[in-house]
C-alpha cells in the first residue's frame, strides 16, 4: 500500500513539474515567424478546413437521403372534413360529412374528389 501511495505520489509530482513548462501562448515550441512553420501551419489549416468539409458534406448528403427516402413511407393522413346539408327523401334536413384528404400543405389529393361520409377512395393511392 505504502509503495502504490508513494508511486501515485512521485508521479504526480513528476506531472506537475514537467506540466509547468509553458512556451508561448498558442502552445507552440517552434518560432512561428520562420517560413517553415508558418508554411506548416497554413497547409495545415487549408487541409483541415477541406476536410472538414468534405466530411460535412458526404454527412450532409446522406442525412438530405435519409430524409427523402423517409418521406416516400409517410403514412400519416391528413382529412379535412367539411358538412354538407341534404334533404332526404321523405323531407328531413340532415348534414352529410364530406371530406377531402388532402397533403401535407392542405392541398386535396386525387383531384379534390370528395365522398359523403367517409375518407377519400383509395383506389387511385394503392392499399393502406
Not at 501551419?41 to 487549408?46: M, N, P
Not at 483541415?48 to 468534405?54: E, K, L, M, T, Y
Not at 377519400?120 to 393502406?128: D, F, L, Q, V, Y
Request: charged share 20%; hydrophobic share 40%.
Amino acid at each position: 500500500m505504502k509503495i502504490t501511495l508513494g508511486f501515485a505520489m512521485v508521479l504526480a509530482g513528476g506531472a506537475l513539474v514537467t506540466g509547468g513548462c509553458a512556451t508561448k501562448r498558442d502552445g507552440r515550441v517552434v518560432n512561428t515567424r520562420q517560413p517553415g512553420p508558418a508554411i506548416g501551419t497554413a497547409v495545415g489549416t487549408a487541409a483541415g478546413a477541406i476536410a472538414g468539409n468534405a466530411a460535412g458534406a458526404v454527412v450532409g448528403a446522406g442525412e438530405g437521403f435519409a430524409g427523402a427516402s423517409a418521406s416516400a413511407f409517410n403514412g400519416e393522413r391528413r382529412v379535412v372534413r367539411s358538412w354538407r346539408t341534404e334533404t332526404t327523401s321523405d323531407g328531413r334536413t340532415i348534414r352529410v360529412p364530406v371530406e377531402i384528404e388532402v397533403d401535407e400543405y392542405g392541398r386535396p389529393l386525387d383531384g379534390g374528389v370528395a365522398s359523403a361520409g367517409t375518407a377519400t377512395s383509395g383506389a387511385k393511392r394503392g392499399p393502406r
